[in-house]
């Protein structure tokens, strides 16, 4: 299926508040793309880590970012992104370490403006929704199908535990709104869904009553 390559949905919002369970299903239901640019990030992150290189060194990250190829696609309707030819496995992008770098990796502008040029490829040619943290402010910014999906910080804490998952995600959160490049916000023109007290169906269905084609 080729989808409609005029619909582009972005999603962000904060660490763990649903939005990639809901773009995912979107995505499936409307039979488009689903990528997950923090995926993006979090591989380049990985990389960083791999190279032996400290993601609080901005000049040797953006160093080896030079020497960096990405190749992105898609299986399944679900965008895949490559290391210099490498495929990260869930565990590798979403581990201790990955957690712990990704926020001061994707606080640099280079970094930021390499992979934004592969995110908005995707676009280009079929539907797409996307999730993270500038979708509808800095990516995609003519979409008319803007979200926000928040969740109380207690909610979220939960969600991450309860995963298993070793995450700092306040202070990726404190981070992510307060950094000079893309920060974390609310895009003026998105709809604003908390997800604090509702089951990811509700919210995909409140995200699909309010889509614009
Ligand atoms: O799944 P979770 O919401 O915890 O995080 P993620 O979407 O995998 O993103 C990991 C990190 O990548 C975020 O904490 C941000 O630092 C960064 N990111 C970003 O800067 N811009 C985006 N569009 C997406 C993610």
Redesign the pocket.
């Known amino acids: 299926m080729s989808g409609n390559p005029s619909l582009v949905i972005a999603i962000d919002g904060?660490?763990?508040?649903g939005?990639?369970t809901v773009a995912k299903r979107l995505a499936s239901e409307l039979g488009i793309v689903f990528v997950?640019?923090?995926?993006m990030?979090?591989a380049f992150t990985w990389w960083v880590l791999e190279n032996g290189v400290d993601p609080a060194r901005t000049g040797d990250v953006e160093a080896l970012l030079e020497k960096t190829e990405f190749q992105c696609g898609e299986q399944d309707n679900i965008g895949t992104i490559a290391v210099n030819g490498q495929l990260l496995s869930r565990e590798q992008l979403a581990n201790e370490a990955v957690n712990g770098g990704?926020?001061l990796v994707?606080?640099i502008p280079s970094v930021?403006s390499r992979l934004v040029d592969e995110q908005r490829a995707y676009a280009k040619e079929r539907g797409v929704v996307m999730?993270?943290?500038?979708?509808g402010s800095v990516?995609f910014p003519d979409t008319s199908n803007k979200f926000y999906i928040d969740a109380s910080p207690e909610v979220r804490e939960q969600r991450r535990r309860a995963e298993g998952i070793d995450?700092s995600?306040a202070a990726?959160d404190k981070?992510?709104s307060n950094r000079k490049a893309?920060p974390l916000v609310i895009p003026e023109d998105a709809t604003v869904v908390d997800s604090s007290d509702l089951s990811i169906e509700e919210v995909v269905e409140k995200v699909k009553k309010s889509l614009v084609s």
């Open positions: 904060p660490a763990a508040s939005k990639s997950s640019s923090g995926g990030y979090r990704v926020s994707a606080a930021r999730e993270g943290r500038d979708i990516v995450d995600i990726r981070m992510d893309s």
